[in-house]
């Protein structure tokens, strides 16, 4: 691009995903850009997170006085995953995740194919500078690193949440290692699953009846997928702290190549999620 950094009058849109990260980046937008862009903080809505994610974007709002908007796929109005992958008959794979696809790329770029935008902002931290440049490698030119240019830590948006007043998700307070919804079938860790099962069983019981009926080994052990009502309650992967599945908006690529529910080792992004 000619533009290293944005100009008066620009558009910039901030894809806010209720995690604690992508709020800092959103309130460092609005703080750096927001006398000379227009800033437009978009979220697409999971029905699967949990439900104090609208508290804290309704919170985020209020914090920054700033409206965040709504973007959502037309084709699944209830903006469910069960929903998506009940249509897909699919759940997780080589291929990706289609729930990722339909709720939030697909959700995009229809909002895109209406809207300007100038410049885009994900939440990625000073921990996730290597996805950081891979994404403006592969993706989008147009990514400004907000968190990444000022070094800004994940344990710092925490921090900067706090000194702010604003509660953070409950989500992380229950142990879970990121915002997205509860059940992410992109983690295939033993320990990720037993902890959903803990926390939340019904959410357990629901992922494993669907992914029994769809045909989707959701779990990763000792290299063998297996489907997660064969997972014992015992099993253990990763420590939690060492996970990284975040749902994001501009992933998921290959999604309409061949697929089969039953995924080889190697996920869309390595083993990130193992």
């Not at 995690?19 to 903080?41: K, Q």
């Not at 939340?200 to 080994?217: K, L, Y």
Request: hydrophobic residues 35%; neutral net charge.
């Amino acid at each position: 691009m000619n533009n290293i950094t944005p100009k008066l009058g620009d558009t910039i849109a901030v894809w806010f995903s209720c995690g604690a990260a992508s709020a800092i980046a959103a309130a460092e937008t609005v703080r750096l850009y927001g006398d000379i862009c227009t800033v437009r903080i978009l979220n697409n809505p999971v029905a699967e997170e949990d439900a104090d994610n609208q508290r804290f974007l309704k919170d985020v709002e209020k914090w920054l006085g700033v409206k965040i908007e709504s973007v959502i796929n037309e084709s699944f109005p209830d903006a469910s995953a069960v929903s998506v992958w009940d249509k897909k008959s699919y759940m997780a794979g080589n291929a990706g995740a289609p729930c990722t696809v339909e709720l939030k790329k697909r959700a995009r770029q229809k909002w895109e194919s209406k809207n300007h935008v100038d410049w885009h902002v994900l939440g990625f931290t000073s921990e996730e500078k290597h996805r950081h440049v891979n994404f403006k490698k592969t993706e989008r030119e147009n990514l400004l690193g907000v968190l990444v240019d000022q070094e800004i830590t994940k344990g710092e948006c925490f921090n900067r949440l706090f000194e702010a007043g604003v509660k953070i998700p409950a989500i992380y307070e229950r142990g879970y290692p990121n915002a997205n919804c509860i059940g992410c079938v992109k983690a295939s860790s033993p320990t990720y699953w037993n902890h959903v099962r803990k926390q939340d069983p019904n959410v357990f019981a629901t992922r494993a009846e669907q992914s029994r009926r769809i045909g989707a080994r959701l779990v990763r052990v000792k290299g063998e997928r297996i489907f997660l009502d064969e997972l014992d309650s015992e099993a253990k992967g990763k420590p939690m702290k060492d996970m990284d599945f975040e749902c994001g908006i501009f992933c998921e690529e290959n999604y309409d190549r061949p697929r089969s529910n039953t995924p080889a080792p190697i996920l869309p992004q390595g083993e990130l999620y193992g």
